[in-house]
T-cell receptor, first 111, second 109 residues
Framework: SQTIHQWPATLVQPVGSPLSLECTVE??????LYWYRQAAGRGLQLLFY??????ISSEVPQNLSASRPQDRQFILSSKKLLLSDSGFYLC??????????FGSGTRLTVV | KNEVEQSPQNLTAQEGEFITINCSYS?????LHWLQQHPGGGIVSLFM?????KKHGRLIATINIQEKHSSLHITASHPRDSAVYIC???????????WGAGTKLIIKP
């Protein structure tokens, strides 16, 4: 069966520290992978998407970057976190228009 | 105007009431998702539908493609149903996901 793993569920990090959030997919190959963010009181916003290994498209310029080192692995990173990076981060994958599968999300608090 | 609109933004009801949350969209879609987000918690996918109606326990989701409208119903609501309910549509032009702003539901005992 197709599953998606996203961790950690919650994270508290100091300002200026690095960030690495990982998302892995099982049960499918060559999925489209996505990172979304939800800032406090706002709706979810697309940050990055990837249609293949090493292929990353950025939707919103910011303090974050994404990488796809393997077909089923998608990583969201930052070299130095800002307070404004706090929020809820969600990983998802899709195969065209046949629906999305969602991770459970990571709640990041930058202090 | 947002491509996906949810109503109401906030809803408070008494335990046992029948709840309806609405989602209207202005783009062509291939499917629509309903998700649940508990306060401080993660996201849970409730339904994906492209036509008709789906039921899971006390939750029912319907979609009318011609009207570009979907509803999520909760029967015999319970305080544990308190959460934010989010509608998201898959655009049929590029398969990107467009999110609604969410409906915050509070069920009082």
């Amino acid at each position: 069966s197709q599953t998606i793993h996203q961790w950690p569920a919650t994270l508290v990090q100091p300002v200026g520290s690095p960030l690495s959030l990982e998302c892995t997919v099982e049960g499918t190959s060559n999925p489209n992978l996505y990172w979304y963010r939800q800032a406090a009181g706002r709706g979810l916003q697309l940050l990055f998407y990837s249609v293949g290994i090493g292929q990353i498209s950025s939707e919103v310029p910011q303090n974050l970057s994404a990488s796809r080192p393997q077909d089923r692995q998608f990583i969201l990173s930052s070299k130095k976190l800002l307070l404004s990076d706090s929020g809820f981060y969600l990983c998802a994958w899709s195969e065209g228009g046949f629906g999305y599968t969602f991770g459970s999300g990571t709640r990041l608090t930058v202090v | 105007k947002n491509e996906v609109e949810q109503s109401p933004q906030n809803l408070t009801a008494q335990e046992g009431e029948f709840i309806t949350i609405n989602c209207s969209y202005s783009v062509g879609i291939s499917a629509l998702h309903w998700l649940q987000q508990h306060p401080g918690g993660g996201i849970v996918s409730l339904f994906m539908l492209s036509s008709g109606k789906k039921k899971h326990g006390r939750l029912i989701a319907t979609i009318n493609i011609q009207e570009k409208h979907s509803s999520l119903h909760i029967t015999a609501s319970h305080p544990r149903d308190s959460a934010v309910y989010i509608c998201a549509v898959i655009k049929d032009s590029n398969y990107q996901l467009i999110w609604g702003a969410g409906t915050k539901l509070i069920i009082k005992p």
